[in-house]
């Protein structure tokens, strides 16, 4: 049988993991180390509880894993709460540490600058929490840590933005449900301060505040180190340096010549305490701690020879007690400044050692004048002390003696000596008698006498009563020794006016202090030890310590008579010296001064110094006759009148004696007129004496002698009748006003002896005559308060100073009169005090009663609310705006309610009714009219919510009941809901004042919840709506206010808000959701103006407000559907008659879809609500018949919405902009979709400025456009839906439209996207034009359009280029996975350059390095993979520039913009399967060729060929559109390789008429490109495409292959020519280095035009390497456009190893067309015109032109002009194919290297036609050839060939021309160099290179040709030039669709054609069949260029040349 679960005990429920659980079995919670845990049930091994982090989950652990604590529970709030056994402070350190710990970790991931601060504060909080539970700490230091701790905290929290935390003034946190709403307010007030002066800057020492009348100075002697041989006395003081004289009394330490104390048992407790230091003494100038050294032994002192310290051996201490041993010698000073510790400036620590140097004396010096010499010297160096001196500690203390002894026990335990202040301190209780006599030898003068030398003079002092006898015992050299019988001073040799300042103490008792007398004699001391036996007193002197009239021996310097001794007659019993003079200012002139055996020594001098301290004796005789009027009472009203001018200082200390003395006049006189005021003035003169602030410290005496000592029992009623006199009398001038303001200032102690008379007479007298007293004493308030009736000047400050001091005598007054009677005259008080006077007196007034026991009764607060808050709320409604008022008047209702929140003080309910109605209005209406940012605004909303706080559900009642109207109380309403309302909108406090927010929140809850009732109960049947509608927003915003969204908080403060005022959120949810419930049929007012609220409240993340509150959203649906169409109809209309329903919910829809848009962006909502919205509204518009297809469609278009705008939330603050413009446009289309406008606009902005931010200025552009199409060309006014934030004075369409489309037109020109800006512009232009016929601005337009035109045509415009970008894996964003998007790059942005940047932003990712299609298990991962390579753009055909001539300009721009096709190629491996077969079934065959077809890797390359189309052209609103759809075909392993033929003779051939017409080109690019395809030392050349497909194995294969097998022979062969042409040009630049090279390349080359011509025959080039007799240069002719300065001709990009680019021009079709009809050429080969776009990707080095991997550009024939002249013939152009880069080259990322042998291969391939390629940029050259028609250029002498010449020539008109002369064609080929813009590191790797020996473009190539025009060879060349053409159909120049790549997947034959087509490189549909005879004989060589055809007519002027058009440039692809 299973045991039950049972509940544990109380004290074990909190427990803490000492292991980490980690179980995954059922029912089991997962623990880590150090987490806590509560327990709640036990069962066996095992616990069932719950982990504090997560409270919700609950399950079991066992018991072993869990160190139980033992704990506390707390039931007091809603939930309760289990916190361990331990003191406040260590669960608070725990509770901070576990929170600062998860945050310190994300500090250090952010990298904050307070990682290691929090770091160190944690450690420092862990190590005083070891301390504290340590439990070994003492009082003092506990309290010390706790300081700092709760210090560390507060400042934590400041620096990591926590709650502050509200402490009491214990340190301990408060807890707001015990704590009242004024208090938690000031102690967040007072921690502010706080925490502020602690995190302010570097935290300087403050001062503190001494509320101490005493201070005492520690100070422990540590060691003394001193070469000396004697014993000797240290004697330690304080003394004032600007005084120069010591302040305190000496301690003595007897210092034995052994370097130890002498008392060995004082040892290690050599301590002193300079007690009874005032403020005044830690405040003087300059203090020193000085030691007096004193040697005691024989006169001369003995050598010592070594420095003693404290090791020395233990000696035997001296016994001798009345004096010390020997003599006492001066030895030396050792001395420190103390100023700064005594003051407090420096932190002093009694475990520091301070070093007092020493200084010795020298042989006449004495002490004094040592000291003043160390105080002279600013420091006493090593060299003067020698390393003598002291060692001290010291410590300034606080308090008295006692006080100190508690608190520093450790300091102050045992005997330790006190050393007190030679003076009184600052407050002499009334125990503390004391009699000292403080005595200093100051000096003297004695003659020498019988001596021969001045004498060495010893001083002994004695204390002798009456009878002369020395009084024993009294006299004291200081603290820490004996007292003694007589004092000996220092003994100074040879010394006749010596100078001792020494001062010692004789503490004489009372009763003989005044028949005692000071009594000296003066003894010579000799240094020989028998005669000093010897030696008796050679003078003597003394002083009485009385003066004859009573008073002491004045504080002053005394010079005393010296008389000398003759010891014959001298008896030292006899006392008749007294009848002697004894000061120098008592001898009288002319009288004899001797007595038996003294006689008076006129010369000598003796001088002393006295101060005496006594609290029993005085030297005023007033005092004094004062204190004994009795013996002289004819004296006594002189000596009253002498008291008030006695010093203060002096009654003081006389207190007591002086207040018995007045009292005992006061009831012993029977005199009462005249003695009663006098004692009565004497006793205000004392009275403000006391009360003055020099003597405030002297109050408690005054208190405690009225409780204590005070006797008179008849006083009281003599003090009222005076009393009552004065106050009377108040408003008669003739009366001492003065009297009466002393009167009314000393108002409360006449009162304390009123009251403490009349208690003593009621003991006494066993209450008698009370009745009579009471009256007497009312009647004496009542003339109180009657005299503030007056309103006289001369009574205000009397009247002031009554109101200040009147309240403090109420205590002492409720002693002996009750308390209504007093309450009642109190308050007649304030009622007859005129309005206007004395306002802010009677405030105080007020807030004094307030704070007095008066108000702690019940009874009396019932009188005295009343009139206070009455008064109150008449200064806070007054129109006088004084601050002061409103800040006395805010302060009284705090201090009121903190009060009444107190339980010790009986009910309140009656109270806070009077306060609620009377005030409240007040102070609501205060709050809203007081600014927000003023310093009381917090106070007043705090007395606000303490009011509500205390009001019961009664108070509630009570409070609406009491509006007489409706209309009052729905004005209460809407003020306190707007109040509410405005409270958690704009906080009046802090955000850190968490306790307070939620106090205040927590009050405002139980508002609403009464006030919800009120306006249910009063306001639906009469309907308010705005009482509603003020409801329902203040409750929402109260919901969504910060403070309360604990979701956002930690989830230690989570459990602390929850514990204590649960989730009020949901509590608020249900209470709206019953109030728009209860609406009935007045909801339909509130839709749908309350949408976005609700939505606001249902967004809220807690599921059950949510499953709560979302279905207010059908209802709303539900009653706009059932609203009236007409207007003024009710709900109740629309049922009864059905036909009237609006039958939709468009208002409610659209406001939801505009606040969704809001509210999600600014971070509301999330995927749950989402789900859980879709959920609960589907279920219920599923459910309902007629809303079904109307509410479906809406709830799924708002989770549409929702799913669109969480994704834009989400990357909204990403750093990847890219990601952010997707998620906009997902928007965009979805509110275009739905057909939002406003929502569109918005969003359409949020994009162009998206755009902006990062420069794209063409997607801004384009972006704007979408807004402009929504506009129309009108004047209408703008809709609201249709207006930009962007253009708010932009009121029409028309004004709209055109504003944007000048921003467009602006963005376009930015992005030099002229062509587009030129569309906008020519709308525009039709309108003004046209429609507004504004010919301004259309001048300003056309302007612009020009220079739009002429950038076109001028400017260089980098040419961007496009990425495949497909996201594989489930870790992106949904918007982006498994979905590949097209990217347009940035200007000069390479594959490299892009990849790194699209990484850069998805540092997750992982780069593919395959091109292959992914499978699931990537496509499905949770992981980001990327795949990225570059794409073709394919240009749309354009019909418009089919056959016509376009500048290549233009054609290069359509290229790459306005694009929605792109295209990639990629390598497959594929074995020919007819081949296996025959391998396989082992046929016979041309094993070798087999064999080498096997081995021949080309024969089995395939190209993929993948075709994408996007959803979008580009550019366009993004920099990137998502591909639709993909298409993908392949090219075979011959086709290929054709492509590639085709593209190394177009590469070729463009380099060759770049170094043509540029000599300044480097020549690295041809010498590799030449080298590469003649010296194929890698691959093998052409030899691999033979044996690969010119096999008898192949063509039997694959017979339809024959005519490509053709087509590539003549590609291979027509090769040689250019060539040739090729290496005769560099062998004409090469400079001398190259020689050798050259060589090389001529003898490879002969080897392989040897091959080639004998296998497939010679062939031609159209291309001549020209080599004129002269150069006749002529200026140029027929040019069409401008100057094409900034002309790229051809963008087929040629790129060098080091960097250089060329351009290509070629020929147009017009200029073909034109030539073809003046001019038959004869060709000795046909061949096919060959495609110019498809890919090749060979691997064949040396055949193919070194590419071994390359993909074929778009590009169009480079373009020729060509003038015809008479007698000649030549140039050509050529085209080739294009190349098209699958994957990154050199320099790109080596993540996108592709692995595996063919594609290592092909990227070698590809390298090299990179590091072999270069470009060339045309436009303007000026280099011509000119032929003679009797030496064509390419043909050899042994081989003529006639030309057969037309018989009519052309004219420059079209007409013929009969008879004319033979003309010579000069067909001239126009490249203007320019070089493109390139990056700098190609520029300086260019300009790095020594220079290549070319020539410089004016220096036309030396000639090849003879005089007679016959060829001449040059001497290293055997090379004859030959003429080849490459035919290019599908040129972009000239666009034909009949040879678009998109006809077939493999583009098919083409048919053989003429050497015109070939030579143009197009088709020639437009010439007549003559022109090109199909009969045409193929002859081996060609020996010359045909002559030009004769003209028609022959009378006809010379034809004219055709004219010279714009040079187009082929599409490029920069490969690096």
Same mark, same amino acid.
């Given at each position: ?133 340590? =439990? ?24 990591? @933005?926590? %709650? ?75 003394? %004032? ?194 009699? %000292? ?510 009011? &509500? ?97 604990? @979701? ?64 207010? &959203? ?204 030129? %569309? ?164 016979? =065959? ?94 093998? =050349? ?321 000639? &090849? ?112």
């Amino acid at each position: 049988m299973i045991a039950p679960w049972k509940l544990v005990k109380e004290k074990d429920k909190y427990g803490i993991a000492i292991h980490n659980f980690h179980q995954d079995a059922t029912y089991r919670i997962k623990l880590n180390v150090g987490e806590t845990v509560h327990i709640l049930e036990e069962n066996g091994d095992w616990f069932f509880g719950y982990s504090t982090k997560n409270r919700a989950l609950r399950g079991i652990f066992p018991k072993s894993y869990i160190h139980i604590k033992e704990s506390t529970v707390d039931k007091s709030g809603p939930t309760e709460v289990i916190y361990p056994n331990q003191s406040h402070i260590v669960q608070e350190i725990t509770s901070v540490v576990r929170e600062w710990g998860q945050i310190w970790k994300l500090l250090y991931v952010k990298n904050n600058k307070n990682f290691g601060t929090i770091q160190q504060m944690i450690y420092e909080l862990v190590r005083y929490r070891s301390k504290i539970l340590s =439990g070994t700490l003492p009082v003092d230091e506990m309290k010390e840590i706790k300081q700092l701790v709760t210090s560390k905290i507060d400042t934590g929290n400041k620096m990591l @933005d926590l %709650d502050m935390v509200v402490r009491d003034e214990h340190g301990n946190i408060l807890n707001p449900e015990v704590t009242s709403s004024i208090q938690l307010y000031w102690q967040h007030e007072m921690a502010t301060e706080r925490i502020k002066k602690v995190t302010s800057g570097p935290t300087k020492k403050i001062p503190k505040v001494m509320t101490h009348y005493s201070h005492i100075f520690f100070v422990s002697v540590r060691n003394f180190v001193c070469k000396m041989g004697e014993d000797a006395e240290l004697l330690m003081t304080l003394y %004032d340096v600007k005084e120069g004289r010591a302040i305190t009394e000496s301690y003595v330490v007897c210092w034995s010549k052994e370097g130890l104390a002498r008392d060995l048992d004082q040892l290690h407790n050599l301590r002193v305490l300079f007690t009874d230091l005032g403020s005044r003494d830690l405040t003087r100038e300059r203090v020193y701690v000085v030691c007096y050294v004193i040697r005691v032994g024989a006169m001369e002192q003995k050598d010592s020879e070594s420095k003693r310290v404290s090791q020395a051996q233990p000696i035997v201490p001296a016994s001798r007690k009345g004096g010390p041993e020997g003599m006492r010698r001066p030895f030396g000073v050792a001395a420190m400044d103390v100023t700064l510790y005594l003051s407090g400036k420096i932190e002093s620590d009694e475990d520091k050692h301070h070093f007092l140097p020493f200084l010795q004396c020298c042989d006449r010096d004495n002490l004094d004048s040592t000291l003043k010499k160390i105080i002279a010297i600013k420091e006493i160096t090593q060299k003067e002390h020698k390393g003598q001196g002291l060692w001290i500690s010291l410590k300034l203390l606080h308090g008295d003696l006692k006080q100190v002894r508690e608190e520093n026990p450790h300091l102050v335990l045992g005997n330790v000596a006190v050393a007190r202040k030679m003076g009184f301190p600052e407050v002499i209780l009334p125990g503390d008698v004391r009699n %000292d006599l403080y005595l200093t030898l100051v000096g003297g003068e004695f003659s020498k006498g019988s001596k021969s030398t001045e004498r060495n003079v010893e001083v002994t002092v004695k204390v002798c009563n009456e009878k002369g006898s020395a009084i024993p015992g009294v006299i004291s050299m200081g603290g820490g020794i004996d007292p003694l019988n007589e004092y000996h001073s220092v003994i100074y040799y040879h010394e006749d006016k010596p100078r001792w300042q020494e001062t010692f103490k004789a503490a004489i008792p009372i009763e003989e202090f005044k028949g005692s007398h000071l009594k000296f004699t003066f003894k010579h001391r000799s240094s020989n030890e028998a005669k000093d036996r010897t030696e008796r007193p050679f003078a003597m002197s003394f002083v009485n310590l009385m003066q004859a009239d009573g008073t002491t021996l004045f504080d002053m310097q005394h010079e005393l008579l010296v008389y000398k001794v003759d010891h014959k007659k001298y008896d030292e019993g006899d006392i008749g010296y007294l009848n002697l003079p004894s000061l120098r200012s008592k001898l009288v002139d002319g009288q004899k001064h001797q007595i038996n055996g003294l006689t008076l020594s006129v010369k000598d001098y003796f001088l002393i110094e006295t101060n005496i301290c006594s609290t029993k004796l005085t030297q005023n005789v007033g005092l004094l006759g004062l204190l004994n009027w009795a013996g002289n009472p004819d004296g006594l009203e002189e000596s009253l009148k002498t008291l008030m001018k006695v010093d203060g200082e002096e009654v003081v200390k006389f207190l007591q004696d002086v207040l018995d003395a007045l009292f005992n006049i006061l009831m012993q006189n029977s005199d009462s007129d005249l003695y009663d005021k006098m004692v009565f003035e004497c006793l205000l003169f004392i009275i403000g004496l006391v009360s003055d602030r020099k003597y405030q410290h002297f109050q408690p005496i005054l208190d405690l002698y009225i409780q204590e000592s005070f006797s008179a029992t008849l006083a009281y009623q003599k003090l009222i009748v005076v009393l009552k006199f004065y106050i009377d009398n108040a408003n008669s001038q003739n009366s001492g006003q003065e009297i009466l303001l002393k009167t009314m200032k000393s108002l409360q102690y006449c009162m304390k002896f009123i009251v403490r008379s009349r208690q003593l007479f009621s003991v006494l007298y066993e209450g008698k005559h009370q009745e009579e007293f009471e009256t007497s004493l009312k009647s004496l308030l009542q003339s109180i308060t009657g005299m503030m009736c007056y309103n006289t000047d001369f009574t205000l400050l009397v009247q002031g100073a009554c109101l200040k001091y009147l309240p403090s005598t109420i205590p002492d007054i409720l002693k002996v009169f009750d308390s209504k009677e007093l309450s009642l005259i109190l308050t007649d008080l304030i009622n007859k005090l005129s309005p206007n006077r004395l306002t802010k007196q009677k405030m105080m007034t007020v807030n004094d009663i307030i704070h007095s026991q008066l108000f702690h009764i019940s009874e009396c607060r019932g009188i005295l609310i009343p009139v206070i808050v009455g008064k109150v709320k008449e200064l806070l409604e007054s129109k006088d705006e004084n601050w002061k008022q409103v800040e006395l008047c805010v302060k009284i209702l705090s201090d009121i309610m903190e009060l009444l929140f107190r339980t010790d003080i009986g009910s309140t309910v009656d109270d806070i009714s009077q306060i609620m109605l009377i005030v409240l209005r007040t102070v609501i209406q205060t709050t809203i009219a007081m600014d927000r940012e003023g310093p009381l605004v917090g106070n007043l909303v705090a007395v606000m919510i303490a009011i &509500f706080r205390q009001m019961t559900p009664i108070h509630f009642q009570l409070y609406i009941n009491h509006f007489s109207t409706n209309t009052d109380l729905l004005d209460f309403l809407m003020e306190i809901l707007l109040v509410f309302k405005d409270l958690v909108s704009r906080p009046v406090y802090a955000k850190d004042w968490c306790e307070m927010i939620m106090l205040q929140s927590s009050v405002i809850l139980k508002s609403l919840r009464y006030f919800s009732h009120t306006i249910r109960d009063r306001f639906s049947q009469s309907f308010e709506q705005q009482a509603w509608s003020n409801f329902f927003h203040c409750a929402i915003a109260f919901l969504t206010q910060p403070a309360l969204q604990l @979701d956002n908080f930690s989830q230690n403060k989570r459990s602390r808000i929850i514990m204590r005022y649960k989730d009020m959120r949901r509590e608020t949810g249900f209470e709206i959701r019953s109030m728009w419930f209860n609406l009935g049929q007045y909801k339909i007012h509130f839709v749908p103006s309350l949408v976005g609220p609700f939505l606001e409240m249902t967004l809220i993340p807690e599921t059950e407000l949510r499953k709560a509150t979302i279905p207010i &959203f059908f209802d709303m649906m539900q009653c706009e559907f059932y609203s009236s169409r007409n207007i003024g109809e009710s709900f109740s209309d629309t049922k009864r008659d059905s036909t009237n329903i609006k039958a939709n919910f468009s208002e409610f829809e659209n406001e939801m879809i505009a606040k969704l848009d809001i509210l999600v962006e600014g971070g509301r909502g999330d995927e749950h609500y989402k789900d859980l919205f879709y959920s609960i509204m589907y279920t219920h518009c599923d459910s309902h018949a007629t809303m079904k297809d109307l509410g479906i469609k809406f709830v799924k278009t708002v989770t549409r919405l929702m799913e669109r705008l969480l994704e834009y939330r989400f990357i909204i603050n990403d750093e990847n902009k890219e990601n952010r413009m997707s998620c906009t446009v997902n928007l965009l289309d979805f509110y275009s979709e739905i057909n939002r406008k406003e929502m569109y606009i918005r969003y359409v902005n949020k994009l162009c400025d998206l755009h902006l931010e990062c420069d794209n200025y063409t997607e801004a552009a384009f972006t704007l456009r979408l807004h402009s199409k929504l506009l129309n060309w009108s004047d209408n006014s703008l809709p609201p839906l249709l207006k930009s934030n962007r253009y708010p004075n932009c009121q029409t369409h028309r004004e709209l439209k055109e504003s944007l489309y000048y921003d467009i037109i602006d963005y376009f020109d930015k992005g030099k996207m002229w062509e587009y800006a030129l %569309d906008v512009c020519k709308e525009l232009v039709k309108e003004y034009e046209v429609e507004t016929y504004d010919y301004n601005q259309l001048s300003m337009l056309l302007k612009k359009m020009s220079q739009y035109y002429d950038s076109i045509m001028k400017q260089m415009r980098p040419e961007p280029e496009y990425f495949r970008v497909a996201y594989y894996g489930r870790g992106f964003p949904a918007f982006l996975q498994n979905k590949v998007f097209i990217y347009r790059g940035k200007p000069y942005e390479r594959l490299s350059d892009f990849c790194s940047r699209t990484l850069n932003q998805l540092p997750n990712a992982e780069l593919m390095n395959k091109l292959t299609p992914p499978g699931d298990e990537i496509t499905e991962s949770p992981h980001q993979y990327v795949q990225i390579n570059k794409v073709d753009p394919v240009m749309d055909e354009r019909k418009r520039f089919s056959g016509k001539p376009v500048c290549e300009q233009i054609i290069r721009y359509h290229r790459v913009n306005d694009v929605q096709k792109f295209r990639f190629s990629r390598p497959i491996r594929r074995k020919d399967p007819n081949k296996v077969r025959r391998s396989t079934a082992g046929l016979a =065959g041309d094993v070798n060729s087999n064999a080498n077809s096997e081995e021949n890797e080309f024969a089995s390359l395939w190209l993929a060929r993948t075709v994408l189309v996007t959803s979008y052209p580009l550019p366009g609103i993004l920099r990137w559109f998502p591909v639709t759809s993909a298409d993908t075909y392949e090219i075979s392993p011959l086709q290929n390789a054709i492509e590639t033929m085709e593209t190394t003779e177009k590469v070729l051939k463009d380099l060759i008429v770049a170094h043509r017409n540029d000599a300044s080109l480097h020549l690295n690019p041809l010498s590799l490109k030449l080298n590469g395809i003649v010296d194929a030392a890698v691959n093998g =050349g052409v030899a691999n495409y033979e044996k690969a497909f010119f096999t008898s194995d192949y063509a039997t294969d694959h017979p339809e292959d024959l005519r490509s097998i053709e087509k590539l022979k003549n590609l291979i062969a027509e090769q040689i020519p250019l060539l040739e042409i090729g290496i005769q040009l560099h062998g004409q630049r090469a400079p001398p280095s190259l020689q050798p090279f050259q060589q090389r390349l001529e003898q490879c080359f002969n080897e392989m035009r040897a091959n080639i011509e004998h296998k497939y025959g010679k062939k031609t080039c159209d291309l001549k390497f020209e080599i004129p007799q002269s150069v006749t240069m002529r200026k140029n002719f027929s040019r069409n456009t401008s100057s094409s300065e900034h002309n790229r001709l051809s963008e087929v990009s040629l790129s060098s190893s080091d960097g250089s680019r060329s351009r290509v021009s070629s020929l147009t079709r017009s200029q073909v067309t034109t030539l073809k009809s003046i001019a038959n050429f004869n060709f000795t080969q046909s061949f096919s015109n060959l495609s110019s776009n498809n890919v090749s990707s060979n691997s064949n080095n040396t055949a193919v032109g070194g590419v071994r991997n390359s993909v074929c550009l778009k590009s169009s024939s480079s373009r020729a002009q060509i003038f015809v002249r008479p007698g000649g013939g030549g140039g050509g152009g050529g085209s080739g194919a294009n190349s098209n880069t699958l994957s990154p080259s050199k320099g790109t990322n080596k993540r996108e290297k592709h692995k595996g042998g063919s594609m290592r291969s092909s990227r070698k391939a590809f390298s090299a036609q990179i590091t072999s390629s270069g470009s060339l940029s045309g436009g303007g050259g000026n280099s011509q050839w000119y032929m003679s028609a009797s030496s064509p250029i390419s043909t050899p002498a042994s081989a003529p060939i006639t030309p057969n010449f037309p018989t009519s020539w052309m004219g420059s008109e079209g007409n013929h021309i009969e008879g004319s002369p033979p003309t010579v064609f000069e067909l001239r080929q126009e490249l203007t160099p320019k070089r493109p813009l390139r990056s700098e590191v190609e520029r300086e790797r260019r300009l790095s290179r020594p220079s290549s020996g070319q020539f410089q473009p004016s220096k036309v190539a030396a000639s &090849f040709m003879a005089e007679d025009g016959s060829p001449s060879p040059g001497p290293t060349s055997p090379i004859r030039l030959n003429g080849n053409s490459s035919s290019n159909r599908d040129s972009i120049a000239t666009t034909d669709s009949t040879a678009s790549e998109e006809d077939a997947g493999v583009p098919p034959p083409l048919p053989v054609k003429t050497r015109e087509a070939d030579y143009c490189n197009l088709p020639d549909d437009s010439l007549p069949p003559a022109a090109r005879p199909a009969g045409t004989p193929t002859i081996p060589r060609v020996r010359n260029k045909p002559p030009p055809p004769e003209p028609v007519e022959e009378n006809g002027p010379p034809p004219t040349p055709p004219p010279k058009r714009p040079h187009l440039r082929p599409p490029t692809e920069r490969m690096d």
